[in-house]
C-alpha cells in the first residue's frame, strides 16, 4: 500500500505560478509511473500530466503543454507539479495517483493509488 499527500495549492492570480508536490509514504514508489489529475467543480476528473517510473518519460495534456512541468525525485519518494502562466480555467482540485501496473498512463481506471487532492484556484 502506498500513501500520497498532495500539498502546495492556493489562491494565485492568473499569470502567476504554483509548484504542487506529491509526498508518499507506505512503500517507495520509484518503480511507479505517476500521474496529476484535476476535477473542476461540475466536471469529470482529467488528466493533467504523467511520468515514468524513471523519469525519463513525460506526458501532459494539451491544455497545460509548456506551461507545466511534472517532475520526480525518487530518492525523496515524491513528485512534482511546477504549474507556470496559470489561467482561471486551471482551477480544480488537483489529484497525484500511482500506477504500479502500467509504464504511463494517462487514464485514471489506470491508477490504483490516490491522494485526497489539493485546491488550485487562479483568480482572474
Known amino acids: 500500500q502506498v500513501q500520497l499527500v498532495e500539498s502546495g495549492g492556493g489562491l494565485v492570480q492568473a499569470g502567476g505560478s504554483l509548484r504542487l508536490s506529491c509526498a508518499a509514504s507506505?512503500?517507495?514508489?520509484?518503480?511507479?509511473?505517476m500521474g496529476w489529475f484535476r476535477q473542476a467543480p461540475g466536471k469529470e476528473r482529467e488528466f493533467v500530466a504523467a511520468?515514468?517510473?524513471?523519469?525519463?518519460?513525460?506526458y501532459y495534456d494539451d491544455s497545460v503543454k509548456g506551461r507545466f512541468t511534472i517532475s520526480r525525485d525518487n530518492a525523496k519518494n515524491t513528485v512534482y507539479l511546477q504549474m507556470n502562466s496559470l489561467k482561471s480555467e486551471d482551477t480544480a482540485v488537483y489529484y497525484c495517483?500511482?500506477?504500479?501496473?502500467?509504464?504511463?498512463?494517462?487514464?485514471?481506471?489506470?491508477?490504483?493509488?490516490w491522494g485526497q487532492g489539493t485546491q488550485v484556484t487562479v483568480s482572474s
Open positions: 511520468i515514468s517510473w524513471s523519469g525519463g518519460s513525460t
Open positions: 495517483a500511482a500506477s504500479t501496473y502500467y509504464a504511463r498512463s494517462l487514464y485514471s481506471r489506470e491508477y490504483e493509488y
Open positions: 507506505g512503500r517507495m514508489i520509484s518503480s511507479d509511473a
